[in-house]
C-alpha cells in the first residue's frame, strides 16, 4: 500500500513498527524516515494510518491525541476504537492478502472507507481513489460481514488446499498435480455463480464414492469432520436444475 501511494506521488514521511528492521527496510523503500515514537511524527504529516494486527489497535489509539486523520486498516475492528484519538478518525480497509514483498496490482484491490466525518469520509475517498478503481462506503457492521465472507473465500479454501496438499503427500504425490484443477476452479467461480459451477460427489449424490472417502480418511479424524460438513452443506444447497 505504501509503495502504491508513492507511485502516485503522496509523500510517506515516517515509518513506525514495533520490529525496527521491518520499519527501516520499509522506509527505505519509500523515502520515508524511520521512527521509534509516535511522538516524532512529522508535524506537517496530514493522516496517519494504522497498519497493525486487531488487537493493537487500541493500545495505539490510546498514545494518540491529534487532530490529525487516524485510520485504522482493519477489516473486523469497528470505528469507535479510535474515539479517544479525537473527532477525525476513519477506517481506511483493503480488501486483500498481503504477503511481505510481494507485489500487488492495488488498482484492482477494493477499499473500503468509513469516516466519523464527512470531510474525514471524503479526504479518505479521495486518497483511496489515488491507488484504487473500486472504492466504497461500509459501515463498521457491514465491514465486519464482508471480511467474514473474504475469510470463508480466502483464509478457509487455502486451508482446504492445505489438507489436499497434507493427502496427497502422504500418498507420495506432488501437489503440482492439482494445478490444473485449482486453475480451472477458480476460473470458473469467478466467471460465473459459484453456486451454478459446484461439482462433485455431494453434488451428484454419489454416496458411494463419499463412503469411500470418509473411509480412506478414518486416520484423519480432523480432515473427516471437515469433509462430514462441508459435504452435508452441499447436500442441504439448493440448486437450480
Known amino acids: ?36 515514537h509516535l511522538d516524532d511524527i512529522t508535524k506537517n504529516t496530514d493522516i496517519i ?8 489497535i487500541a493500545d495505539i489509539a490510546a498514545k494518540l491525541k491529534t487532530e490529525l486523520i487516524v485510520a485504522h486498516t482493519s477489516g473486523t475492528v469497528e470505528l469507535p476504537i479510535l474515539n479517544s484519538v479525537g473527532k477525525n478518525t476513519g477506517v481506511f480497509y483493503p480488501l486483500q492478502t498481503f ?3 510481494t507485489p500487488i ?9 468509513e469516516g466519523s ?26 465491514r465486519k460481514r464482508i471480511h467474514l465472507s473474504a475469510v470463508f473465500a480466502c483464509n478457509f479454501t487455502n486451508h482446504l488446499l492445505a489438507i489436499a496438499q497434507d493427502l496427497l503427500t502422504c500418498n507420495e504425490c506432488s501437489f ?14 469467478l466467471a460465473e455463480n459459484p453456486h451454478d459451477s459446484q461439482t462433485g460427489p455431494a453434488r451428484r449424490g454419489d454416496t458411494d464414492v463419499i463412503d469411500n472417502h470418509r473411509f480412506m480418511l478414518n486416520r484423519h479424524p480432523m480432515y473427516l469432520e471437515i469433509y462430514n460438513l462441508i459435504t452435508q452443506s452441499i447436500q442441504e444447497t439448493k440448486y437450480d436444475g
Open 49 to 56: 494510518i494504522v497498519a497493525v494486527k486487531d488487537d493493537s
Open 99 to 101: 504477503s511481505g514483498d
Open 105 to 113: 496490482s492495488f488498482r484492482e484491490v477494493p477499499i473500503l472507507i
Open 176 to 189: 503440482d498435480l492439482l494445478h490444473p484443477l485449482i486453475k480451472e476452479t477458480m476460473r470458473k467461480a
Open 1 to 36: 500500500m505504501a509503495m502504491a501511494m508513492l507511485r502516485k506521488g503522496l509523500t510517506i514521511s515516517n515509518i513506525i513498527s514495533l520490529k525496527r528492521q521491518n520499519s527501516v527496510h520499509l522506509a527505505d523503500m519509500v523515502g520515508a524516515h524511520s521512527i521509534d
Open 117 to 142: 466525518n464527512t470531510q474525514t469520509t471524503d479526504i479518505l475517498t479521495e486518497l483511496a481513489e489515488m491507488i484504487s478503481d473500486k472504492v466504497l462506503l461500509h459501515s463498521s457492521e457491514e
